[in-house]
């Protein structure tokens, strides 16, 4: 390899408890989520020697222990030029230091390989004619947090590198309200001994359900996240049924630790997924003869909107809350579900 310093971008982490026996199993398991490294593309940079384990050039095939010291040398590549784009924003909140927005279900937060435009960002970056924080780099200007592309809900996004700092420190420790609203298939119940008799689940008052568990990167869609009990990040979610409509139910969910897809998981996990979730619901339908079947079924995305935001603004020490209303296709999906 003829890398300069500039030419690469490192990915430095460890190997989780118990590994595949193969170093190529285990990095594909463990490396990090935001490092967006496929199989195929960990198993290119394998065969190029830029994969090292303590210290020294690895080959697919070597064995792992726990704690083995991983370094992913990935060649950086020429980042487009984020544009500002004239993209509606709706905006609930804005001062000298951060803005709330909601983001409608179908627009992605940051630009991506697959999603160079139409993001939020661009959106932002033409709102504030690219004077954003620029912590987290060009990609992600203020950015310290996200919903998936198809959650509609509530975002704060930071205009000063001291606001930055400030909020994501806040979400690091946990200390931000959010609370989704979300229409689940079946009933959860405190009653049910099913959901009593499953691993990770356990109630609190008010009929809470509260699902813990440790999340990590599914072992072969890389796409998708699920449940494990050893290695992964640890992941709270605690649900409350708000309406029952017998073979579906409206929950709140409150997230105390916020990983990638964690509702949506969880929710699955508990036998609950999410109506419309194309990736963790499975093939659910709501019974033939029940009068909301058709339209829950024809619902296009999963029913998940953040609808509660809650943080003290990292520069003036105000309490700050917002709430968003549900979108229309949310409200009409509880409509037909009353009906």
């Known amino acids: 390899m003829s890398d300069t310093p500039d030419s690469i971008s490192v990915v430095a982490f ?13 990095i594909a398991r463990d490396v990090p989520d935001d490092a967006h490294l496929s199989r195929s593309r960990l198993a290119r940079l394998i065969a190029e020697g830029r994969v090292t384990r303590n210290g020294a050039v690895a080959g697919a095939k070597d064995r792992v222990a726990e704690g083995d010291a991983i370094e992913v040398a990935v060649p950086v590549a020429a980042d487009p030029e984020t544009r500002a784009e004239a993209i509606p924003l709706e905006i609930l909140h804005e001062d000298a230091d951060l803005i709330v927005v909601m983001k409608p279900a179908g627009m992605v937060v940051h630009p991506a390989p697959g999603s160079p435009g139409g993001t ?33 809900g509530l975002l704060v996004v930071a205009k000063s590198d001291a606001a930055h700092h400030g909020l994501a420190a806040q979400f690091e420790a946990h ?8 229409v689940c298939h079946g ?6 001994p099913r959901l009593r008799g499953t691993r990770g689940i356990s109630w609190e008052a008010g009929d809470t359900m509260k699902i813990e568990t440790r999340l990590a990167r599914h072992r072969t869609d890389r796409q998708r996240q699920a449940v494990c009990w050893e290695g992964g990040r640890h992941a709270v979610t605690r649900a409350r049924l708000l309406e029952d409509f017998g073979a579906a139910a409206l929950v709140e969910c409150r997230l105390e630790t916020g990983r ?22 499975g093939k659910r339908r709501l019974p033939r003869d029940h009068p909301a079947a058709a339209g829950v079924a024809a619902f ?28 229309d296709d949310m409200a009409d999906l509880l409509a037909t579900l009353r009906g």
Request: glycine share 10%; no cysteine.
């Open 14 to 26: 460890r190997v989780a408890a118990d590994p595949p026996p193969r170093l190529d199993k285990a």
């Open 120 to 152: 939020l960002v661009n959106a932002l970056l033409h709102h504030f004619d690219g004077a954003l924080s620029g912590v987290g780099g060009e990609r992600r200007p203020g950015i310290v947090h996200r919903i998936d592309k198809d959650t509609s």
């Open 175 to 182: 200390d931000v309200d959010r609370r989704y609203m979300a």
């Open 187 to 192: 009933v959860p119940s405190a009653g049910d």
């Open 260 to 281: 990638t897809h964690q509702i949506r998981v969880h929710m699955a996990h508990a036998g609950h997924a999410l109506v419309g979730d194309p990736v963790y619901g």
């Open 300 to 327: 296009p995305r999963q029913a998940l909107h953040a609808q509660t935001l809650g943080f003290q603004h990292p520069v003036t020490g105000a309490q700050m809350r917002f709430e968003a209303p549900l979108p």
